[in-house]
Each structure stands twice: as C-alpha cells, then as structure tokens.
C-alpha cells in the first residue's frame, strides 16, 4: 500500500500528491513515470513523476480531474492509499545521458503547456542541481490555470505568457518563442516541449523556423503503460514506435503529429481509454 503523505489543489481539477514510495524514489529520474492504481478495481493509469525524494521516500504526481479514473484518484485524501504505484518506467530525459563538460555548454528552452509544467519541473530542476539555469516558458489560457510557477522559479528562468493576457505575456507559447529568439536576440541548442499534442506540434515548427532540436513528450497517449495494449503507437521518423517503451521523450521534428492527434481523438469519447484521462502525466 501506498499512503498520501499530502494533497493540494494547484488550479481547478488539477490536483498534486506527495506518495510514499521509497524504491520508486530511489530509482525515479527526470522524464520517467510510474503506474498507479487505486484499488483492485482501478484502472492502470500512467502518470508521470513530477518530484522524486529519496531521502523521505517520497514521488510527486500532478493529475487533472478529466475522466472517471483521474476524478477518482483526485478524490482520494492524505492518509489514504493507492494499491499499486509502479515504476519508474520510461526512459529518462536523454539530458542525463550527456557528459557534464557538454551538458554545461547547452543552452536549453523549455516550453511547457497548461498541466505540462508539473514533468517540465524535475528535468529544470535537474539542471538546477547541475549549475545549469535552463529559460522556462510557461503557458496558459489565462492566469488561474498557472501551476507549478513558484517552484519553477526556484530553479529557472520562467516567462510566462497566457492567451488572455492576465499575466505575462499576451499570447500563446509559440508567439512567446518568437519574441525571445527572433526579437530578445536569445540563442538555443535544443528545446524541449511538454504539453497539449496541437501546442507540441506548433511549437516543434516554429523551433524548426529557427534551427533548433526539439524534444517532445508524447506521455498523454500512453493507455497501458506497459506496450501491450498499443494505443501509444506513434511514428517516429517513418518508424512504428511504443510512447511507454521507446520513450516517453522523441525528436519532436520526426513526430508523426497528425497521426498522433487521430489516435488520441480514437479514444476521446471513451472514458475508460481516454487518454486525456491521463493528462496529467500529464502533459497538458
């Protein structure tokens, strides 16, 4: 069993948990996600790890109330317990892979999307560790739906833009990334994008527009977890690929987005598959 330590609303339907979960914690690295359940009766939902703590035993999930599963895991209480909490799965982000000489020389762009700020966080928060201070955007469609700003700020640079103009910047991600490459005169070596797929898709073209490696999570397809089920199938490159197995991470400019899109849209009306019900994994 798997005890909340402590929950908290961090915008409307969008809920973050603290989970007792030490063997998950001491393995847990940026990009990866883990399986949770909330009873013998739930379904396997595939969520990712949004903070990991080895020291308390303790992983960070973030989940967007959508569908009947993650309505009824955002139902549960602090003291309560989740029967299974499997993981980590997934590859880490591929920024651990890089030697420290190399890592320290990259300027990296983050662009996160609605809920996608919660597994843009460890990754920037990595980086944090490693004396790296990575530029955040962060989006929204108006300023009430923010989460995760303050701790972003802790350990990046944040900009933040909202579709309405209640804060920030008046405008969406994409726009956001003109201004600061095309106007501000700022210079990347990659970008990575965690959000809503139609936001990956158009900000993965405008880093196209300026020359600049994109990395995208595909997570909000994930059903199964596992590859089994293969309703997290993608091309990548002109290559069949398995979100949970290969990925969860891709080079955004070989991402099959439209085909990835009329997958997604497949299980849209079924709340059992959906995999908006695992937003929040959750990428927006």
């Given at each position: 069993?798997?005890?909340?330590?402590?929950?908290?609303?961090?915008?409307?339907?969008?809920?973050?948990?603290?989970?007792?979960?030490?063997?998950?914690?001491?393995?847990?690295?940026?990009?990866?996600?883990?399986?949770?359940?909330?009873?013998?009766?739930?379904?396997?939902?595939?969520?990712?790890?949004?903070?990991?703590?080895?020291?308390?035993?303790?992983?960070t999930i973030v989940t967007q109330s959508i569908g009947i599963s993650t309505c009824k895991i955002n139902s549960m209480?602090?003291?309560?317990?989740?029967?299974?909490?499997?993981g980590p799965l997934g590859n880490p982000s591929d920024l651990l892979e890089m030697a420290p000489e190399e890592l320290k020389k990259q300027k990296i762009l983050f662009v996160a999307g609605g809920v996608g700020t919660a597994p843009v966080y460890p990754q920037v928060k990595w980086l944090h560790e490693q004396g790296i201070e990575a530029d955040v955007i962060i989006g929204a469609k108006t300023k009430d739906l923010f989460t995760y700003v303050s701790e972003m700020k802790n350990v990046g640079n944040?900009?933040?833009?909202?579709?309405?103009?209640?804060?920030?910047?008046?405008?969406?991600v994409t726009l956001l990334?003109?201004?600061?490459?095309?106007?501000?005169?700022?210079k990347?070596?990659?970008c990575i994008i965690?959000?809503?797929?139609?936001?990956?898709?158009?900000?993965?073209?405008?880093?196209?527009e300026f020359g600049l490696p994109a990395i995208v999570s595909l997570n909000a397809l994930m059903v199964d977890g596992t590859g089994?089920?293969?309703?997290?199938?993608?091309?990548?490159?002109?290559?069949?690929?398995?979100?949970?197995?290969?990925?969860?991470?891709?080079?955004?400019?070989?991402?099959?987005?439209?085909?990835?899109?009329?997958?997604?849209?497949?299980?849209?009306?079924?709340?059992?598959?959906?995999?908006?019900?695992?937003?929040c994994e959750c990428h927006g």
């Open positions: 069993m798997f005890e909340i330590l402590t929950k908290r609303e961090l915008a409307p339907n969008i809920v973050e948990m603290k989970v007792k979960a030490p063997a998950v914690a001491m393995s847990a690295k940026p990009g990866q996600f883990i399986i949770v359940r909330t009873d013998r009766y739930g379904e396997r939902i595939p969520l990712t790890i949004c903070d990991y703590d080895p020291k308390d035993g303790s992983v209480d602090a003291g309560e317990c989740f029967d299974d909490f499997a944040v900009y933040l833009c909202t579709d309405d103009g209640s804060e920030g910047f008046h405008g969406n990334m003109r201004d600061l490459i095309g106007n501000q005169g700022k990347y070596d990659r965690i959000g809503p797929m139609i936001m990956m898709k158009f900000a993965t073209l405008t880093a196209k089994m089920c293969g309703a997290c199938r993608v091309s990548i490159g002109g290559e069949t690929k398995f979100t949970c197995v290969d990925g969860p991470e891709f080079d955004g400019h070989k991402v099959d987005f439209d085909e990835a899109m009329r997958r997604q849209n497949m299980y849209r009306n079924n709340p059992k598959t959906n995999p908006e019900t695992h937003k």
